[in-house]
């Protein structure tokens, strides 16, 4: 049951094939989402790493390259789940023709925009990165992002009662406790190496990010859904990384 847990995880947040029987219930995975960050995370910042390898002209597009392989490798799950969020919220609807549109295939005018703008903004921060050599954070900012997944998808309502693809992860305070002590460990760890301030700062204010998102959601709809977990995903690396990039 335990290893069936990491297998789901791995198939729910990357595209690499994975063989094995999904656990008894889905929400066995969310301990096993850091497991996926720090996967990603570990190739992305390895990339970058590998990239100074090669000629100059290749390496100011390492932003570029680093931003398909993530959207390649994760499938674009959470970029495309930013874009119907931005459809879906960007303008007042009714609770239903919100869930409606956020359920729609189609891609509006805001979530083209908001695809386009994260997109850019996830190259300028690779780019950054690759010339000042922090590669190593992209590790912490996808470990961080996945477990925050699991905890809003462990913890907050979902809010179609028919469910859909991110239902069934919720119900068990166990995994909830587990993904807490995940993350203050993790926190703990960066802590020590980087400092507090240099984690603190910056995981503090992508948290908020996620947390004004998350309320406006659940306040609208009475819960989320995987797009806008999706979108979280985005908006708390990209602000995440862009902190980080500031001067002490």
């Known amino acids: 049951m335990i290893i069936n847990g990491l297998f789901s995880a791995l198939r729910t947040l990357t595209i690499i094939p994975v063989l094995g029987p999904e656990p008894l219930r889905r929400v066995y995975a969310l301990p096993w989402f850091i497991l996926a960050g720090a996967l990603l995370g570990g190739l992305q910042g390895g990339l970058l790493f590998g990239m100074q390898y ?23 799950l959470h970029i495309d789940g930013a874009g119907d969020t931005a459809d ?20 509006g005018s805001f979530g083209t925009l908001a695809i ?8 300028l921060i690779y780019q950054q990165m690759y010339q000042l050599h922090l590669y190593f954070w992209i590790i912490p900012a996808l470990i961080f992002s996945r477990n925050i997944q699991g905890i809003l998808l462990g913890t907050i309502p979902y809010a179609r009662p028919a469910g859909g693809k991110a239902a069934g992860f919720s119900g068990s305070r166990v995994m909830i406790v587990i993904l ?31 947390a004004l998102l998350t309320m406006y959601a659940v306040k609208k709809l009475g819960g989320i859904t995987g797009d806008i977990v999706g979108a979280a995903t985005e908006l708390f690396e990209c602000t995440f990384l862009s902190l980080v990039l500031c001067p002490n």
């Not at 007042?92 to 729609?104: A, G, N, Q, V």
């Not at 386009?116 to 190259?123: A, E, H, K, M, Q």
Request: aromatic fraction near 14%; charge should be positive.
């Open 54 to 76: 090669l000629p100059s002209s290749v390496g100011v597009l390492s932003g570029f390259f680093c931003t398909i392989f993530n959207y390649v490798i994760t499938g674009g």
């Open 88 to 107: 879906a919220l960007g303008t007042w609807h009714s609770r239903e023709k919100t869930l409606e549109i956020l359920k729609d295939p189609h891609m």
């Open 116 to 123: 386009c703008g994260i997109f850019i903004w996830r190259v």
């Open 180 to 210: 807490f002590i995940e993350f203050l460990c993790v926190l703990a760890a960066l802590c020590y190496f980087a400092g507090p301030v240099r984690t603190g700062l910056p995981l503090g204010i992508a948290i908020l990010m996620v």
